[in-house]
């Protein structure tokens, strides 16, 4: 059982490293799209500042320079969110393959444990049949010997001898005489 608490308390340490991981991964993309869209913001603000107090600049200049600002800030945000979801997609992979090999070790384990078990009972049903079959015979035995003793006096006691002390008498042949009617 320990081997399972074991695993168990692997398998939770392992999880707490990728879940730290990924959220530390996660921190530093997000520190680095908020330090670039800052400085996108900053220098928009100053295109924006540099447009009002120079009204020489025109006004399609302004507008395509803020769009390709923005088409920046746009990629940078898509570049971030790729990179995330590729960290987490990786580590997430990972932790798929370890919960995997977790579980596929528990049930090694657990199968392990039922074999046990079962060549456990197996035994300990073996060495009871062995003590049943001994007492089992030596009743059968007793039974037997106390039939046949029973038998042997029921035999005597009901049956009497029988005793051939006839006498044999000579039969005497009458000689026939043909001449009689």
Excluded at 149 to 174: E, R, V
Aim: no cysteine; proline share 2%.
């Amino acid at each position: 059982m320990s081997e399972v608490l074991n695993l168990a308390q692997k398998f939770k340490i392992q999880s707490e490293k990728q879940a730290k991981t990924i959220e530390q991964e996660v921190e530093n993309a997000t520190t680095q799209l908020n330090s670039f869209m800052t400085a996108k913001l900053q220098e928009s603000e100053a295109i924006i500042k540099q447009g009002m107090e120079s009204l020489d600049t025109s006004n399609e200049q302004l507008l395509t320079t803020l769009a390709t600002h923005q088409t920046d800030m746009s990629t940078a945000l898509e570049t971030y969110m790729s990179n995330v979801q590729a960290h987490t997609t990786k580590h997430l992979n990972l932790f798929a393959k370890d919960i995997e090999k977790t579980i596929e070790a528990y049930t090694q384990h657990i199968a392990y444990l039922i074999e046990q078990r079962e060549d456990r009972i197996a035994k300990v049903i073996k060495s009871e049949m062995k003590k049943w079959a001994i007492i089992s015979g030596f009743i059968a035995l007793m039974v037997l010997m106390l039939g046949m003793i029973m038998g042997a006096l029921i035999i005597n006691k009901f049956s009497k001898p029988i005793y051939i002390n006839q006498q044999i008498q000579p039969q005497i042949q009458q000689p026939i005489d043909y001449g009689k009617k």
